[in-house]
């Protein structure tokens, strides 16, 4: 793979923290910096996948209600565990 070289300022006391974290993976700073990078893109794409999923299931009109879900739950760890809720508010869209 291509590498390309990127320089960018940091902060000193990070570069002290990225050094010495880098010192006990026996890597480079640089290695761990490409990682965290790399690591914070693939968190935003998976955020914004779950937001993108998040707002369709939403666009569905059911919802499951406080109250179902703290019943739900105060339910867990006892002898009458109930199953998860099913959605009880519909809301259409006009």
Known sequence: MATERLSLRIDAGLKKSLEKEARREDRSASYLAVKAIEA???????????????????????????????????????????????????????
């Open 40 to 94: 914070m893109l693939r968190n935003r794409v998976e955020k914004r996948a779950a937001v993108r999923a998040a707002i369709a299931e939403a666009s569905k009109g059911e919802f499951i209600s406080q109250e179902a879900m703290d019943t739900w739950i105060d339910s867990w760890d006892s002898d009458a565990e109930l199953p998860p809720p099913e959605p009880d508010i519909q809301i259409r869209s006009r």
